[in-house]
């Protein structure tokens, strides 16, 4: 009786979905999926950002260069749930994270103290809104990971200004989507 029990449960076990997988309605969304099934289980996300990376094989008279994409989907479930952000490798999902809690409506919750240094850009746009002002500086890092192998990842520098009230307007510094540092310029 005991071994039936045990293995009911191992094969129970074996079919129920992975813990991290995330359930959009009834539906799972688990890493390996395309873009487009998400996109058909979640709906369409509030916020995108885009990174590129390229990888370069050989020496240097004849190299082969790779560029790989990386996309990253926010997802608000509401107040009662946490922002989703799901990062997408050339189309397929790689990684799912868990941020801050949600919010009722896109940019309802903003103020001084939301807007803070670690905090992603979809974690601003889904308390503060879309920036009044929104600057890019672009770069790129080349990195030898290799004889004869580099790799060159845009570096992505924004400014976003936000107008939440006061004598000040907000700067945001973001770097690759990522709040660095917060300043105060008069209005």
Avoid: K
């Avoid at 082969?64 to 990386?70: D, G, K, L, R, S």
């Avoid at 107040?79 to 949600?102: K, M, W």
């Avoid at 690759?176 to 310029?185: L, Q, W």
Wanted: aromatic share 10%; charged share 20%.
């Amino acid at each position: 009786m005991f071994a039936r029990v045990a293995c009911a449960l191992t094969m129970l076990f074996a079919l129920a979905p992975a813990a991290h997988a995330l359930r959009c309605g009834n539906r799972l969304v688990e890493t390996g999926d395309y873009d487009a099934q998400v996109r058909d289980r979640c709906g369409d996300p509030y916020w995108v950002e885009d990174r590129y990376q390229l990888i370069a094989n050989g020496d240097p008279s004849v190299q082969t260069v790779t560029q790989v994409t990386y996309t990253a989907w926010f997802y608000n479930f509401g107040p009662d749930r946490l922002l989703v952000r799901l990062l997408f490798r050339d189309g397929r999902l790689a990684r799912e994270d868990t941020l801050d809690r949600g919010v009722d409506e896109i940019g309802d919750s903003c103020g001084p103290g939301r807007l803070v240094s670690g905090m992603s850009g979809g974690e601003i746009v889904a308390y503060c809104g879309m920036p009044m002002s929104r600057n890019a500086q672009t770069g790129a890092l080349v990195r030898r990971i290799g004889p004869g192998t580099y790799r060159q990842t845009d570096l992505a520098q924004e400014d976003w200004i936000y107008d939440i009230g006061g004598n000040f307007l907000y700067v945001l510094h973001l770097l690759n989507g990522r709040v660095t540092s917060v300043d105060h310029i008069p209005r």
